[in-house]
């Protein structure tokens, strides 16, 4: 299989030679030239994998350049310390299910794919006998799980900005905690913008990206959208392992676009998925173009910072993507809509609207802050169970979706543990830390603060990298 670029422009390429890329030549995004088709004998055959074993057939459609047993030793890795069935269902109130996401290092989805990403980048670094420098930005989540994938790998390193002070103490301690000699935790003095503006501008500095083989392990990236694609066969598996092949929907608490993009590429492959309900919070961006057809990414300045943080996303990188299917596969359509948005600030596929759900499965809703508490609460007062701030968005809008005789499942994007001040807020309960989170609480801290200064950085760089 080869990918192709959404604009167009870029010669088609394996697997392998896209994933230590971001964007790819023409600005454009990785795709499959054309989505594998899982037909339903292969569907049931898979019903009695383990999940490394079924990430290995499910990748396996995706990574045609990369040897069978490699990539099975590869998924076996990646998911070895989780628990035994790597992600868990579990039922709650009102006919839900939960798909437990967040069993990895790091407490939350990205560990996912994440994990697998830091396997293959290592393979694929000892065959080209490269190296590679991860420069990125975080305001939590990605940066962590980045951290936890690649530490103590021989042939990367990561450069990992933050912004000084701007992240939970848990957050920090999970991040900076870490004493790998890979792993280069940089605070910034300013906000996260100034952090993304700065990886920015290196990443377009070609000559200096080249010279110190800078890489990015952004939300873009292709091996992490294929990894997610994993779970989607696996909870559907697990729900309908009684009842049959019947449809399912799913939930996802969305920011990025890269998780429920994932489940829409699934639902391609023949997955039976009858809706994919994106659940935003405030920043609802993408709540209003599948409502109106209209995408109208909001500044920084506009974009609220509010108690499921991970989603506090205004302009949602992976989007472009999901165009590329909604415009027949047309790379001239999509340079055209991107050259509206450059222009005018938004572009309009209101024509398109109605087949975003007729067509494509996609449905969306908007979670508060006040909703997140309740359905913290209700959850809580119903089962028992603590479900965090992003699982709570996706939980509040899943009840408005579902519909009798399709299992709704909503996918736990994290750990309540993360956020306990809004989990405090919600119930009144102070969450107990596990005997390794106490200690990663006040394990010594390995962080460099630098001013927001682009020489600075690079100084920094050029002194630390691999070479
Ligand atoms: C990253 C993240 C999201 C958003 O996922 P996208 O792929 O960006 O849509 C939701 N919840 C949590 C906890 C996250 O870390």
């Given at each position: 299989m080869q990918f192709i670029s959404t604009r167009g422009g870029m010669t088609p390429l394996p697997y392998s030679e896209t994933l230590l890329e971001g964007l790819a030549t023409d600005g454009g995004l990785a795709v499959p030239e054309e989505l594998p088709h899982v037909d339903a004998g292969t569907l049931a055959s898979w019903r009695?994998?383990?999940?490394?074993?079924?990430?290995?057939?499910?990748?396996?459609l995706f990574a045609t350049d990369i040897p069978r047993e490699d990539l099975a030793?590869?998924?076996?890795?990646?998911?070895?310390?989780?628990?035994?069935?790597?992600?868990?269902?579990?039922?709650?109130?009102?006919?839900?299910?939960?798909?437990?996401?967040?069993?990895?290092?790091?407490?939350?989805?990205?560990?996912?794919?994440?994990?697998?990403?830091?396997?293959?980048?290592?393979?694929?670094?000892?065959?080209?006998?490269?190296?590679l420098n991860i420069v990125g930005a975080t305001s939590g989540d990605t940066g962590s799980a980045a951290e936890h994938a690649l530490r103590g790998k021989e042939r990367v390193a990561v450069f990992m900005l933050s912004p000084q002070g701007r992240m939970s103490a848990f957050q920090r301690a999970q991040m900076y905690s870490l004493a790998d000699e890979n792993v280069h935790n940089i605070a910034i003095e300013?906000?996260?913008?100034?952090?993304?503006?700065?990886?920015?501008?290196?990443?377009?500095?070609?000559?200096?990206?080249?010279?110190?083989?800078?890489?990015?392990?952004?939300?873009?990236?292709?091996?992490r959208i294929t990894a997610q694609v994993v779970y989607y066969f696996w909870a559907w598996l697990r729900a309908t392992d009684a009842m049959g092949p019947t449809e399912v929907s799913f939930t996802v608490p969305s920011g990025n676009f890269g998780n429920i993009l994932s489940g829409f590429w699934a639902k391609r492959?023949?997955?039976?998925?009858?809706?994919?309900?994106?659940?935003?919070?405030?920043?609802?961006?993408?709540?209003?173009?599948?409502?109106?057809?209209?995408?109208?990414?909001?500044?920084?300045?506009?974009?609220?910072?509010?108690?499921?943080?991970?989603?506090?996303?205004?302009?949602?990188?992976?989007?472009?993507?999901?165009?590329?299917?909604?415009v027949g596969r047309d790379a001239s359509r999509v340079v055209d809509l991107w050259a509206d948005l450059d222009r005018q600030g938004f572009f309009d596929l209101s024509a398109e609207q109605p087949r975003f759900e007729s067509e494509f499965g996609i449905v969306s809703g908007t979670s508060t802050h006040a909703d997140r508490l309740e359905t913290i609460k209700a959850v809580h007062d119903a089962t028992g169970e603590i479900i965090d701030p992003h699982t709570a968005d996706g939980v509040r809008i899943a009840?408005?979706?579902?519909?009798?005789?399709?299992?709704?499942?909503?996918?736990?994007?994290?750990?309540?543990?993360?956020?306990?001040?809004?989990?405090?807020?919600?119930?009144?309960?102070?969450?107990?830390?596990?005997?390794?989170?106490?200690?990663?609480?006040r394990a010594p801290q390995h962080v460099t603060e630098l001013p927001d200064d682009e020489q600075a950085l690079r100084a920094f760089i050029e002194a630390n990298a691999l070479r």
């Amino acid at each position: 299989m080869q990918f192709i670029s959404t604009r167009g422009g870029m010669t088609p390429l394996p697997y392998s030679e896209t994933l230590l890329e971001g964007l790819a030549t023409d600005g454009g995004l990785a795709v499959p030239e054309e989505l594998p088709h899982v037909d339903a004998g292969t569907l049931a055959s898979w019903r009695r994998l383990s999940y490394p074993e079924l990430a290995t057939e499910v990748l396996g459609l995706f990574a045609t350049d990369i040897p069978r047993e490699d990539l099975a030793r590869m998924t076996a890795a990646a998911y070895a310390d989780f628990p035994a069935d790597v992600v868990p269902l579990r039922p709650i109130d009102g006919g839900l299910t939960l798909v437990g996401l967040s069993e990895g290092p790091t407490l939350a989805f990205k560990d996912m794919a994440m994990q697998f990403l830091g396997q293959v980048m290592e393979y694929v670094l000892e065959r080209k006998d490269g190296v590679l420098n991860i420069v990125g930005a975080t305001s939590g989540d990605t940066g962590s799980a980045a951290e936890h994938a690649l530490r103590g790998k021989e042939r990367v390193a990561v450069f990992m900005l933050s912004p000084q002070g701007r992240m939970s103490a848990f957050q920090r301690a999970q991040m900076y905690s870490l004493a790998d000699e890979n792993v280069h935790n940089i605070a910034i003095e300013g906000v996260f913008d100034d952090c993304q503006n700065l990886v920015k501008a290196l990443a377009g500095d070609v000559p200096f990206k080249r010279t110190w083989s800078l890489g990015a392990v952004n939300s873009i990236n292709l091996a992490r959208i294929t990894a997610q694609v994993v779970y989607y066969f696996w909870a559907w598996l697990r729900a309908t392992d009684a009842m049959g092949p019947t449809e399912v929907s799913f939930t996802v608490p969305s920011g990025n676009f890269g998780n429920i993009l994932s489940g829409f590429w699934a639902k391609r492959m023949g997955l039976p998925v009858r809706r994919l309900v994106l659940a935003a919070n405030e920043n609802n961006v993408l709540d209003e173009f599948f409502r109106t057809g209209v995408y109208r990414p909001r500044s920084a300045a506009d974009t609220l910072a509010t108690s499921s943080p991970s989603m506090d996303i205004s302009k949602a990188s992976n989007l472009e993507r999901f165009i590329y299917a909604v415009v027949g596969r047309d790379a001239s359509r999509v340079v055209d809509l991107w050259a509206d948005l450059d222009r005018q600030g938004f572009f309009d596929l209101s024509a398109e609207q109605p087949r975003f759900e007729s067509e494509f499965g996609i449905v969306s809703g908007t979670s508060t802050h006040a909703d997140r508490l309740e359905t913290i609460k209700a959850v809580h007062d119903a089962t028992g169970e603590i479900i965090d701030p992003h699982t709570a968005d996706g939980v509040r809008i899943a009840r408005e979706h579902v519909e009798d005789g399709v299992p709704m499942l909503v996918l736990e994007t994290a750990k309540p543990q993360k956020f306990a001040e809004t989990i405090a807020e919600a119930i009144g309960v102070e969450l107990d830390y596990s005997p390794e989170l106490q200690e990663m609480l006040r394990a010594p801290q390995h962080v460099t603060e630098l001013p927001d200064d682009e020489q600075a950085l690079r100084a920094f760089i050029e002194a630390n990298a691999l070479r």
